[in-house]
Structure formats: structure tokens, C-alpha cells
């Protein structure tokens, strides 16, 4: 079955550095796609990034990569030169791509960013 | 401007009192869901609709019904609330095909259900 996991419920950063959030995924679907969603305070939902199962290249989106390896089924998240702004709560997500094309959300890591 | 619309943001409700969230979008999408974010948690998806009068069980249903009608909306009711009702509701929506497999998501900004 699919399943998402997420095990850092909580993270802090100081401002400007790197920091890696971590989730791994489980799935017997040779296609998928994976996910990355920020959560701020206020409540709304803002897709980040996304990877595809066959893409042989990490995805990039700003200060946003996805480091995807495909044999340990991870998909972490990295942000680099953390702002203030990054604290939040972040969801990874993964879609299978047969069937029901069904999304499931990890339960999320809360980033803190330290001035 | 491309977006879903989800309504009331806010409810208060009494245990037991019908209730319905409404859900709109304009993408055209055929995919359509709820979910429910509860803290520890993450979102649970509640039902899904791959296309009109196609709707299938998520992983928590209970106590839910929804209706895909038009392409376009999706709502969600809640026939005889109570208290573990108690959440934040998320209507999302994307493409449904193969083709769409890389589409993100496209949230409603959310509502929060409060049942007394």
C-alpha cells in the first residue's frame, strides 16, 4: 500500500543555512510522482516542487531541490540559505500514476527558522 | 485567475446540525478531493472524484458524503456532525489523466469546522 512517512515532526535552522527535511515513500507503482508542499501560518497550501519517478535528475526550483533516490524511495527536501519567511509547516506528497491517481500527504515537519 | 474556491472559511456548528462546505473550480479538472488536517496527523483524504458522478471513499469517509454533480464542483456534507468532526477541510483539485501525473494539487484556502 502506499504510504508516506515523514519522521522529523519538528525542525529548527538558523537563518541562512542549508537544512534537509526527509520523507521516504512506499509504493509498488513503477510510475509516481513525488510532492513537496509548504504550509505558513496562515493556513493556505503552496506547492513547492515536484519529481517524477523517471526523471533521472534531481528537481530544482530556486533555493528548493529535491534529492530523490530511487532505490532508498526517499525524497528529501532541501532549502538552501533558510530565511525567515521558510518556517513553516511542509508536507510530502506522492501520487501514483495507475488507477486512482490517488494523492497521500506524509504528516508533515514543522521548520522553525532562527534569526 | 485559475483557483478553487472553498466556502464558509470559518463554521461553528452544534452536534448534529446538517452542514455543507461547498467546493468550486475553474481549472476544468477532473480530479477532486477533500481532506481533513488534524495535528500529528497531516491530511487525511476523506473522498476523491476522478470525474462527474464518479466518487470514491478516501481513507477516512466516516460520517461524510459528497456529490460531483458538475465538473466543477465538489461539495462536502456532513449529514450529522460531531465533535471528532472537529478540523481544518481542505477541497483540492488537479488533472485526472496520466498526462496529468505531474500536475501539483490546486488547494482551496481551507475551512475550519468547529462542532460543539
Known amino acids: 500500500a502506499q504510504k508516506i512517512t515523514q519522521t522529523q515532526p519538528g525542525m529548527f535552522v538558523q537563518e541562512k543555512e542549508a537544512v534537509t527535511l526527509d520523507c521516504t515513500y512506499d509504493t509498488s507503482d513503477q510510475s509516481y510522482g513525488l510532492f513537496w508542499y509548504k504550509q505558513p501560518s496562515s493556513g493556505e497550501m503552496i506547492f513547492l516542487i515536484y519529481q517524477g519517478s523517471y526523471d533521472e535528475q534531481n528537481a530544482t526550483e530556486g533555493r528548493y531541490s529535491l534529492n530523490f533516490q530511487k532505490a532508498r524511495k526517499s525524497a528529501n527536501l532541501v532549502i538552501s540559505a533558510s530565511q525567515l519567511g521558510d518556517s513553516a509547516m511542509y508536507f510530502c506528497?506522492?501520487?501514483?500514476?495507475?488507477?486512482?491517481?490517488?494523492?497521500?500527504f506524509g504528516t508533515g515537519t514543522r521548520l522553525k527558522v532562527l534569526a | 485567475e485559475a483557483q478553487v474556491t472553498q466556502n464558509p472559511r470559518y463554521l461553528i456548528t452544534v452536534t448534529g446540525k446538517k452542514l455543507t462546505v461547498t467546493c468550486s473550480q475553474n481549472m476544468n479538472h477532473e480530479y477532486m478531493s477533500w481532506y481533513r488536517q488534524d495535528p500529528g496527523l497531516g491530511l487525511r483524504q476523506i473522498y476523491y472524484?476522478?470525474?462527474?458522478?464518479?466518487?470514491d471513499k478516501g481513507d477516512v469517509p466516516e460520517g461524510y458524503k459528497v456529490s460531483r454533480k458538475e465538473k466543477r464542483n465538489f461539495p462536502l456534507i456532513l449529514e450529522s456532525p460531531s465533535p471528532n468532526q472537529t478540523s481544518l477541510y481542505f477541497c483540492a483539485s488537479s488533472p485526472h489523466s496520466l498526462a496529468g501525473i505531474n500536475s501539483p494539487l490546486h488547494f482551496g484556502n481551507g475551512t475550519r469546522l468547529t462542532v460543539t
Open positions: 506528497a506522492m501520487r501514483e500514476g495507475t488507477g486512482t491517481y490517488k494523492y497521500i
Open positions: 472524484s476522478m470525474n462527474v458522478e464518479v466518487t
